[in-house]
């Protein structure tokens, strides 16, 4: 393997990571939320007990939403297939820039690498959507910035 496939499949597995933590916090607040109505019992006070179940029903509605979301980011990422490389800018791809370095892939943040420091972005993202389709040399305009991709793989 080479080095670019190195530095690639370590950002594809930070994002794999960063993902699935994503995943268990997820799905851990969804237990504790069912774990609690199934333990709340009536109380005397009729209308806080419900009041609480309420707050309890929404609480997991949103962690139901969260959970199909990462769900979804979790999907995209299982389309990447790291040895694969391009000359233009495709999901999956690492991009070099005069400004910042890239990994098309999932908003997973900041992330380092033993040689250099990458942003994970979704292709969804501004971005991404600027990068997407370019290739080495073109120049992209994003918030009053201009820069140049250096190289892209």
Partial sequence: MTKTNNIKQDLYSQCLTFV??????????????????????????GDKHETGRA???IEREKAGQQL?????????????????????VVLGSIVFTTQAN?????????????????????????????????????DIQFRDQVFKIIKVI
């Fill in 20 to 45: 699935d933590n994503r995943l268990q916090t997820i799905q851990n607040t969804i237990s504790e939320i069912q774990e609690s109505l199934t333990s709340e019992t009536k109380s005397s006070a």
């Fill in 102 to 138: 890239y990994f098309v892939a999932v908003s997973a943040g900041e992330i380092t690498t033993s040689s250099d420091k990458f942003y994970a972005i979704s292709a969804i993202t501004p971005i991404a959507q600027l990068l997407l389709g370019k290739k080495s040399g073109d």
């Fill in 68 to 88: 199909a979301e990462i769900q979804k980011i979790n999907q995209a990422l299982t389309k990447i297939n790291v040895s694969e490389t391009s000359e233009i």
């Fill in 55 to 57: 707050m309890l029903h």
